[in-house]
């Protein structure tokens, strides 16, 4: 069994899509996740690319992936934010998600930054106590907000 750990490629972005979607019915929301493709693949690596990721490849057959992107923190300055760490279900277990974080962790220190963030669902336990292996500091209090594009082009 060959592991490869390497920064994603456009033509990653169809698999990329897939684990989206298995993320999403992990997280009880299958029905949220309205990104096409092609928005996908200009938004990672279009004229002006607004995120980057990393793969794990299996046997040359992608079972994860993170994906990060800038966030200013008016108090912190520049962070990494980790929007998503995927591993499909049945590669779970085996290493391959500490593989990717490390790589972010190293990612966000080559850039210089002040840090990283991400969140993790309340009931996700498993997630959580990867998250504590490294002594990450896990928030209680803050809400999550947000607009859609409806609601943003009704106001």
């Known amino acids: 069994m060959s ?4 920064v ?3 033509q990653d972005c169809p698999r990329l899509l897939e684990l989206v979607h298995e993320l999403a019915l992990f997280e009880k929301a299958p029905g949220e996740v309205d990104v096409s493709l092609s928005e996908f693949e200009e938004a990672g690596f279009g004229a002006k690319p607004v995120w ?8 040359e057959f992608i079972a ?6 800038v966030r200013y923190s008016t108090w912190k300055g520049r962070r990494v934010y980790l929007e998503d760490l995927i591993i499909t279900e049945s590669m779970r277990g085996k290493g391959y998600g500490k593989l990717l974080f490390d790589r ?3 990612e966000t220190k080559d850039l210089g ?15 959580i106590d990867f998250y504590k292996k490294y002594e990450a500091g896990i928030e209680a209090g803050w809400l ?9 082009h009704e106001n």
């Open 3 to 6: 592991v490869n750990l390497r």
């Open 8 to 10: 994603a490629k456009k």
């Open 52 to 59: 980057k990721a990393f793969v794990v490849e299996v046997d």
């Open 64 to 69: 994860g992936f993170a994906l990060y992107y």
């Open 104 to 106: 972010i962790v190293q």
């Open 113 to 127: 930054f002040s840090g990283m963030v991400w969140q993790v669902l309340d009931w996700n336990q498993p997630a």
């Open 144 to 152: 999550n907000a947000s607009l859609s594009k409806k609601q943003i």
